[in-house]
């Protein structure tokens, strides 16, 4: 068994528990009987007891100063005190201090007391930790002929998230499951609980030697692992818990267990859990409904595809279609792609979609647009590839965590603030492999396809993209900064206020992990957002110019992110991400050498 850690401030009390006092000298005044480090401690570090250093964002660390006096201030030099917590509450003989890593010495005072100056700590305090100091005031007593009347209870619970009384008191048991007090000689009765196990009861007897004992619970549960098609929901008791095959704890009891899937038919199946016995339960498969779906085009003889499948040439017809909302695309060489189109397949009825193609235009990549030019599209070719660039009006927003985002929103999207930028271009798709060929002469992508977004490319590897592509077009294109690009994914000046880019459907709008079959699409060919731009909540997630900072630090007018960092912006979410992790106010960051398999990017100009 792991040796129990007794924290210094317990130490102190069975030393004076062991002592009847005879003889004392005193003297008044402040003075520190302990400090010390608590690594089984972690309210520096959870979250509701964590605090952020105003200056860095980073974790304070956390001094909890023991003390049966009110009234104490406390100072730490030039790096600041960053939150005092008075006694009280859920700490009622302590004064939580909250400091910036690298304090060394603190000075407490007090009006009554006097004042304790730059106490040295012996050590430098680190971000996140929890550390104690023990105050002595008033009178302070030197003391002899001791007298052993005490000694240490120590438990260990298993699980660690137990909880314990002993004579229907409950004591305090730590993150390790460790729990100890000082106890008189005699007899006591203890009860352990914890959510999902059997209660446990006896007894102990507290003498001269220390009691140790470890207490472990019977599950009254068992691991339940579904076995289910990849994509398919597990739903149990009408709750959804997990996709494809996945394990939960269940109490013991009976429940109804539902594979279900999007356009097919639920299966249901009733188990009985019993307590400590796991198994492995296979589900049926849902099983799909079918509709039926015809595609036309002019001229005849163009490529179809259906949600990113390729599955033949018009005019099509096709009984075999999954019902529900569908993604029809249609490209055939020589012609402009028209936007892919949204058709809702049903039992009753044939849905039909026609397609009318224009003669592609030949593009010029090398002409300058001015200001009034930039109204509409410009297409530009590099080696065969085109690619099309989106103008954006400039204005003003509100960027960050605003109303729409919900209870989703995360503490570095906020505080939402007011931003103005002026007119830009960015890419209506994110950059193709295709493209990505045509200028590097290699592709490092996992999911292979020449319409489907490049990823597996580092901030640093985009840039190389587009010093190479600038020589070859003659152009100024660069990634957009931070700001562009949300203020793009949310619509420019044509905004609705969506949650996600185009919609609050997001399966209408992106590839995520709810409907992308655990890889990357064709580009555009889920519905755009209001300036025409596609994929801006999936697929891949988008390397950014910018430095990684909070909100709070950002400028009002064109911002582009600090001079200096660690890490870059990437936004969006991806083929593997939540839903809430595809709203147009999600921020992440990486730094600049970090590749993977849902990390792309899209041109600005």
């Not at 007298?147 to 619970?157: H, I, P």
């Not at 590839?385 to 209870?407: D, K, P, R």
Request: proline share 5%; glycine share 10%; aromatic share 8%.
């Amino acid at each position: 068994m792991a040796q129990l850690f007794v924290p210094a401030r317990l130490r102190g009390l069975l030393t004076f528990l062991f002592i009847s006092l005879s003889v004392a000298l005193s003297a008044q005044g402040i003075q520190v009987s302990d400090f010390h480090f608590d690594e089984f401690d972690s309210a520096a570090n959870t979250e509701g007891t964590a605090f952020p250093d105003p200056n860095n964002g980073n974790k304070c660390a956390l001094i909890k100063v023991h003390t049966t006096q009110r009234g104490f201030t406390f100072d730490v030099g030039v790096l600041g005190v960053a939150k005092t917590e008075p006694q009280g509450g859920s700490h009622p003989t302590q004064i939580w201090v909250y400091v910036p890593q690298g304090v060394k010495r603190i000075s407490i005072m007090h009006p009554q007391l006097g004042e304790l100056l730059d106490y040295d700590l012996g050590m430098t305090l680190k971000s996140a930790k929890t550390y104690h100091l023990t105050l002595q005031t008033g009178t302070v007593q030197t003391v002899v002929n001791p007298t052993l009347q005490k000694q240490f209870a120590v438990f260990t619970l298993v699980p660690a998230n137990a909880s314990l009384e002993v004579d229907g008191e409950a004591w305090e048991v730590n993150a390790q499951g460790q729990a100890a007090r000082m106890l008189p000689f005699g007899t006591y009765q203890y009860r352990a609980t914890a959510p999902r196990y059997k209660a446990s009861s006896g007894q102990f007897t507290i003498g001269k030697e220390k009691h140790t004992e470890t207490i472990t619970l019977t599950p009254n549960f068992s691991t339940i692992t579904f076995q289910a098609p990849a994509g398919a929901e597990v739903w149990v008791d009408g709750q959804r818990r997990g996709t494809g095959t996945c394990s939960m704890d269940l109490t013991a009891g009976e429940y109804q267990v539902e594979c279900r899937q999007e356009s097919h038919l639920a299966t249901t199946k009733v188990i009985t859990v019993g307590a400590n016995q796991p198994r492995t339960i296979q589900l049926d498969a849902p099983r799909p409904i079918y509709g039926l779906l015809s595609v036309s085009s002019t001229p005849f003889g163009a490529k179809v595809t259906v949600d990113g499948k390729a599955v033949g040439e018009t005019p099509l017809s096709l009984d075999n279609v999954l019902i529900g909302q569908r993604q029809v695309a249609v490209s055939m060489d020589g012609y402009t792609s028209p936007a892919a189109k949204t058709v809702l397949v049903s039992q009753e009825q044939a849905a039909e979609v026609d397609f009318q193609m224009e003669k592609q235009a030949a593009p010029v990549a090398t002409t300058p647009a001015s200001p009034q030019g930039r109204a509409g599209t410009r297409s530009f070719t590099v080696k065969g590839v085109a690619f099309t660039m989106v103008a954006v009006e400039g204005g003003t927003f509100t960027m960050g965590a605003t109303s729409e985002q919900g209870g989703d929103a995360l503490y570095d999207e906020k505080p939402a603030h007011q931003v103005t930028l002026s007119s830009f271009s960015i890419g209506q798709t994110e950059v193709t492999q295709a493209l990505w060929q045509a200028v590097m002469g290699s592709n490092p992508s996992k999911f292979k396809g020449d319409n489907r977004p490049v990823e597996k490319v580092s901030w640093e590897d985009c840039q190389e993209f587009i010093q190479k592509l600038n020589q070859l077009t003659g152009q100024r294109f660069r990634l957009p900064t931070e700001a562009e690009w949300e203020y793009a994914a949310r619509g420019g000046n044509k905004s609705k206020g969506y949650k996600y880019s185009g919609s609050n459907d997001l399966g209408s709008v992106a590839w995520y992990g709810g409907n992308s079959g655990r890889s990357t699409h064709d580009v555009a060919t889920k519905a755009p957002n209001e300036l025409g731009l596609y994929d801006m909540s999936g697929n891949v997630s988008e390397w950014c110019q910018d430095w990684y900072e909070y909100h709070k630090k950002s400028p009002s007018s064109n911002p582009s992110g600090p001079s200096s960092g660690d890490n870059r912006v990437i936004r969006s979410g991806s083929w593997g991400a939540s839903a809430s992790n595809c709203r147009v106010a999600i921020r992440d960051a990486y730094t600049p050498t970090y590749r993977s398999d849902n990390g792309g990017f899209r041109l600005a100009l």
